[in-house]
C-alpha cells in the first residue's frame, strides 16, 4: 500500500460511520425517499455520501466489487486502509459492490442470496451525478404508504435489468448517492409506470 | 530473527514510558502535520502456542491504541502500543515519521538510543531482582524405610 495516498477520513469515526449507517438503514425503510448526510469526507473520485457510506459499511468481513470507474490506486489504498476490506474480483464474491451509472445495464454475477438466507445478497452503492433529475417513476411497496414519485436519472434499461433478476425473496438491494445525499431502493419496492 | 532499523525503534517507541517521550514533544511537534489517523483506542486478541511451537491458543484480549500521522513533506508515521494512552500514540507515530527522513543519526542518537538504554536498564533491573528472589528446591528424602 502506498503510504502517500492516505487521507483522512471521519473526523469523528464513532458517531461518524453511527450516523452514515444510520443513513443508509433509513434510506432502505423509507424507499425513494432523499437522506441527508452531511458530515461525510471527501476522497477523489467518490461523492462524499458514497464515501461516507463505505466507511460505516465496509469492515474486514465484507469483500467489496469495485466497477472499474472507482478502481484508482487512491481508492484502492483508503479503503484498504480505512475499512480494512477484501477487494472482490468476481462480481460472485462481493458482499457490496460500487458501481457507476455506467454500469447498471449489466447486473449479471452479483450474489442474489438464497431462499433460506435472502439477506446474503449483494449490496449495490451506486453513485450518480443527482439523485432528482430523471423522469418520474411511481414506486409503491413496503415503506410507501400511498405510493412516492422519484426522478432518479436512470435509463429504462435498468429497470428492466432488476426486473429480470428480481426473484423475491431473493434479489439486489440498491443505495443510490450524489453529492451530500443517498436514496435506498430495496428490492421489496414496486416500481409502475411514469406518473402523468 | 534480524530487526530491520525501523522495526527496532518502533518497538522501542511503543515500550517507551510516556514521561519518557513528553520532554521531546516539543521538537516531534515542530513540524506541519495531519493525523490519518486520529489516537484511537481498541482491543486485540493475543495469541500464543504452549512452549512456543505449540498448537496456536487465544491467551486473552488486550487494550491497543494506534495512530498513524502524514508530515507535510508525505513521510508517514505509524504508531501500535498496549495500552490507552493516546498522546503517547501520538508522539510515537510523530517520531517514527521524523525517523524516516533521509539522515535519521540525530533523531536516532537522541531519542531512541537513549529510550532503548533506558529500557535496558530497566529490564537488567526487573531480572536482578526476579533473580534475587530465586529458590533452589531440592527433594526431601521421604522415609520409606
Not at chain 1, 463505505?54 to 472499474?68: F, I, M, N, S
Not at chain 1, 479503503?79 to 477484501?86: N, R, S, Y
Amino acid at each position: 500500500m502506498n503510504a502517500q495516498l492516505l487521507q483522512p477520513a471521519f473526523v469523528d469515526p464513532v458517531l461518524d460511520a453511527q450516523r452514515s449507517f444510520r443513513a443508509a438503514l433509513k434510506a432502505l425503510a423509507e424507499p425513494g425517499l432523499i437522506q441527508p448526510l452531511s458530515t461525510a469526507p471527501h476522497l477523489e473520485g467518490l461523492a462524499p455520501a458514497t464515501y461516507a457510506l463505505c466507511l460505516g459499511l465496509l469492515d474486514a468481513d465484507t469483500p467489496l466489487w469495485l466497477a472499474p470507474g472507482f478502481d484508482t490506486p487512491l481508492i484502492r489504498a483508503n479503503l484498504a486502509f480505512h475499512c480494512g476490506c477484501p477487494l472482490a474480483v468476481r462480481r460472485e464474491d462481493a458482499v457490496f459492490a460500487l458501481l457507476g451509472e455506467h454500469d447498471l445495464l449489466d447486473l449479471s454475477g452479483f450474489d442474489h442470496g438464497n431462499d433460506r438466507y435472502p439477506d446474503q445478497s449483494c449490496t449495490l452503492l451506486v453513485q450518480l451525478s443527482d439523485l432528482d433529475s430523471g423522469r418520474g417513476l411511481n414506486w409503491s411497496g413496503p415503506g410507501i404508504q400511498a405510493g412516492r414519485q422519484v426522478n432518479l436519472p436512470l435509463p429504462q434499461a435498468f429497470w428492466l435489468e432488476r426486473l429480470r433478476r428480481e426473484a423475491f425473496p431473493r434479489g439486489l438491494d440498491v443505495l443510490f448517492c450524489a453529492g451530500h445525499h443517498l436514496l435506498g431502493l430495496p428490492r421489496s419496492t414496486r416500481i409502475a409506470e411514469e406518473c402523468a | 530473527m534480524s530487526l530491520s532499523p525501523r522495526q527496532h525503534w518502533i518497538g522501542v517507541l511503543a515500550r517507551a514510558l510516556r514521561s519518557e517521550l513528553i520532554p521531546h514533544e516539543a521538537a516531534l511537534r515542530d513540524a506541519d502535520y495531519q493525523l490519518i489517523r486520529a489516537p484511537e483506542i481498541g482491543m486485540t486478541l493475543v495469541r500464543g502456542r504452549m512452549g512456543g511451537n505449540g498448537a496456536p491458543f487465544n491467551v486473552g484480549e488486550m487494550s491497543v491504541t494506534r495512530c498513524v500521522v502524514r508530515l507535510a513533506d508525505g513521510r508517514t508515521g505509524y504508531s501500535y502500543l498496549a495500552g490507552r494512552d493516546k498522546v503517547h500514540a501520538e508522539l510515537a507515530a510523530l517520531a517514527d515519521a521524523h525517523l524516516q527522513s533521509a539522515q535519521p543519526s540525530q533523531w536516532l542518537s537522541d531519542l531512541i538510543d537513549a529510550l532503548a538504554n533506558a529500557q535496558a536498564r530497566r529490564r537488567a533491573q526487573k531480572e536482578a531482582d526476579t533473580a534475587a528472589t530465586k529458590v533452589e528446591f531440592f527433594t526431601l528424602v521421604r522415609g520409606e524405610n
